[in-house]
């Protein structure tokens, strides 16, 4: 069946550093992709999304591009800041398995000033 | 500022107790979601709904039991739970149950529950 993995954390990193969060996915069809944060305390939110092979997704300065050959969707950002610090949540929805998201375990990202 | 809301935040329970999750949604949306979140796993989808009708359930005990009154609010109803559902129980809900590339699924904060 589809699955997502992504990588564990916690990642901690400095202000200003650059990120990247690995999600590489396992699927039938031809999914959509997805990148939801989840700030402490509340629930996720949609970052970004990528519907189709080569399809860059950005917002709020980080990025991720879908990459069949790769099967791969990584989180990029060029300079993270404190307000950053969250989980990172990979996600596929796939037509083969209906509507639902399926999520990767998620990453712990720590940003010290 | 969410349009989901969810009540209680925090809520502890022994085995033998019944208690109800209530979720609500400020967006005009029609289909809302159950998800369970345990620490160290992937979210998982418990219960889907669309215009008030059970369109998905992943499997659940049946010691978890939803409602939907109406499209606006979604409850979870829990009896004789087990220490190992003890998790964060987030609620979303989209325009339309459909692809998700085109129904972005909007979540509340999330009720934790401590099983004991």
């Known amino acids: 069946g589809d699955s997502v993995t992504q990588m564990e954390g916690p990642v901690t990193l400095s202000e200003e550093a650059f990120l990247t969060i690995n999600c590489t996915y396992t699927a039938t069809g031809y999914p959509s992709l997805f990148w939801y944060v989840q700030y402490p305390g509340e629930g996720l939110q949609l970052l970004l999304k990528?519907?189709?092979?080569?399809d860059k997704g950005s917002n709020k300065g980080f990025e991720a591009t879908y990459r069949k050959e790769t099967t791969s969707f990584h989180l990029e950002k060029g300079s993270v800041q404190v307000s950053d610090s969250a989980v990172y949540f990979c996600a596929l929805s796939d037509h083969s398995s209906g509507y639902a998201l399926n999520f990767g375990k998620g990453t712990s990202l720590l940003v010290t000033p | 500022e969410t349009g989901v809301t969810q009540t209680p935040r925090h809520l502890v329970m022994g085995m033998t107790n019944k208690k109800s999750l209530k979720c609500e949604q400020h967006?005009?949306?029609?289909?809302m979601y159950w998800y369970k979140q345990s620490a160290k796993k992937p979210l998982e989808l418990m219960f889907v709904y669309n215009f008030k009708e059970q369109t998905e359930n992943n499997s659940v005990p049946s010691r978890f039991s939803p409602e939907c009154p109406n499209s606006s609010h979604l409850f979870l109803h829990l009896h004789t739970l087990q220490p190992e559902d003890s998790a964060l129980y987030l609620c979303?809900?989209?325009?339309?149950?459909?692809?998700?590339?085109?129904?972005?699924?909007?979540f509340g904060p999330g009720t934790r529950l401590t099983v004991l």
């Open positions: 967006l005009g949306h029609n289909a």
């Open positions: 979303a809900s989209s325009q339309d149950w459909g692809p998700s590339s085109y129904n972005e699924q909007f």
């Open positions: 990528a519907t189709k092979a080569d």
